[in-house]
């Protein structure tokens, strides 16, 4: 597709439940980041991929919180034993590198909703 | 760490009137990116700055680096109802660092 492609737009589970949220980046983006934004507030990092290195997982906000990115491409966020805290909208974004100029393209979101 | 500092939080305003929103870091910064997110939308990159001192403008949006590389701002003149939404702030400390976004201003503008 032509953008960054995130699925479901919207889950909503009972709390205890794991989740898997889907991202599909930009084709030939090799960075790609997951941001959390809770109900009216600012983009909280989660964790970046960049290439082939050792994801850079310093914003996850506890261990129920994993993800992974195959081929370089797809990346799934688990959210293992929900808490109602964890209701927000999901980000997903891509970019084609880093440095200076770089521009991150994201999707529409997930939002997730605990009950 | 790195501190960073968007201000003000929140502002709403009169259509036609001027603004400006602040970035405000501890640390130098190596570029910096204006974002706007509209409801139910993810953010949109708006401008790069990567020069201190530097000065770009978007139509009526006009955005400033500052001398010292650890703040920038972004004014806009009369605004309109479609500059209603979240403005963030993103810097990047060096070339190869993850995208970190401040807190944001949330701009409300009143027909």
Known sequence: ???????????????????????????????????????????????YFQGNSAPDKSGLPSDRFSAERTGGSVSTLTIQRTQQEDSAVYLCASSYDTGPATEAFFGQGTRLTVV | T????????????QEGENLTVYCNSSSVFSSLQWYRQEPGEGPVLLVTVVTGGEVKKLKRLTFQFGDARKDSSLHITAAQPGDTGLYLCAPLYSSASKIIFGSGTRLSIRP
Not at chain 1, 7 to 13: A, E, M, R
Not at chain 1, 21 to 37: E, F, K, M, N, V
């Open chain 2, 2 to 13: 790195q501190l960073l500092e968007q201000s003000p939080q929140f502002l709403s305003i």
């Open chain 1, 1 to 47: 597709g032509a953008g960054v492609s995130q699925s479901p737009s919207n889950k909503v589970t009972e709390k205890g439940k794991d989740v898997e949220l889907r991202c599909d980046p930009i084709s030939g983006h090799t960075a790609l980041y997951w941001y959390r934004q809770s109900l009216g507030q600012g983009l909280e990092f989660l964790i």
